[in-house]
């Protein structure tokens, strides 16, 4: 299995504003994902994440607007940017090991 | 594109009864997955399959695959209220390992005493 703690839980914010959330795995990965859910709805990926390369993002997400960044093999952020209350979900971050995949706890967040 | 569907959407129960959730899939993938979500709480992983034929049982929730049909089924055996939740079926994108998941839209199961 997998241990993902993610910060902050949730947060409430307010529009043009960004948040960072933090994710932190307790043992190396080579792959973590992002990955938003909607409220009341499923999940969609965002980007995967390599440690040492530029983050892969999905159709319909761009760089400027969800900045990754992977310093080492155990932690990663996720930036929201500009923030707008479509921006309200929760994100979740993720990682695959032992041919499964984990999440972690998920970062709730609510835009003004 | 790949499309995930489940069905049904939403699955009200009476406690000891059999039911079963369909997961269907559009392109050709050998790795699907199953998740439990509780009401604010996080993924929790159920079932990984890997290949065409796959089965795997935990308790009362069995979980199958047939590559072929590109479908997958959760079939739930005398259910309790404990089950309640939200279930998704995720597919592996790249039918292989890069585990680039495209979720349905969960079904949400209620267990009545």
């Known amino acids: 299995s997998a241990v993902i703690s993610q910060k902050p839980s949730r947060d409430i914010c307010q529009r043009g504003t960004s948040l960072t959330i933090q994710c932190q795995v307790d043992s190396q990965v080579t792959m973590m994902f992002w990955y938003r859910q909607q409220p009341g709805q499923s999940l969609t990926l965002i980007a995967t994440?390599?440690?040492?390369?530029?983050?892969?993002?999905e159709s319909g997400f761009v760089i400027d607007k969800f900045p990754i960044s992977r310093p080492n093999l155990t932690f990663s952020t996720l930036t929201v940017s500009n923030m707008s209350p479509e921006d309200s979900s929760i994100y979740l971050c993720s990682v695959a090991r032992s041919e499964t995949q984990y999440f972690g706890p998920g970062t709730r967040l609510l835009v003004l | 594109e790949l499309k995930v569907e489940q069905n049904p959407l939403f699955l009200s129960m009476q406690e000891g009864k059999n039911y079963t959730i369909y997961c269907n899939y559009s392109?050709?993938?050998?790795?699907l997955y199953w998740y439990r979500q509780d009401p604010g709480k996080s993924l929790e992983s159920l079932f990984v399959l890997l290949s065409n034929g796959a089965v795997k049982q935990e308790g009362r929730l069995m979980a199958s695959l047939d590559t072929k049909a590109r479908l997958s089924t959760l079939h739930i055996t005398a259910a309790v209220h404990d089950l309640s939740a939200t279930y998704f079926c995720?597919?592996?994108?790249?039918?292989?390992?890069?585990?680039?998941?495209?979720f349905g839209k969960g079904t949400l199961l209620t267990v009545n005493p």
């Open positions: 392109t050709t993938s050998d790795r």
């Open positions: 995720a597919v592996d994108r790249s039918g292989g390992s890069n585990y680039k998941l495209t």
């Open positions: 994440a390599n440690q040492g390369s530029e983050a892969t993002y």
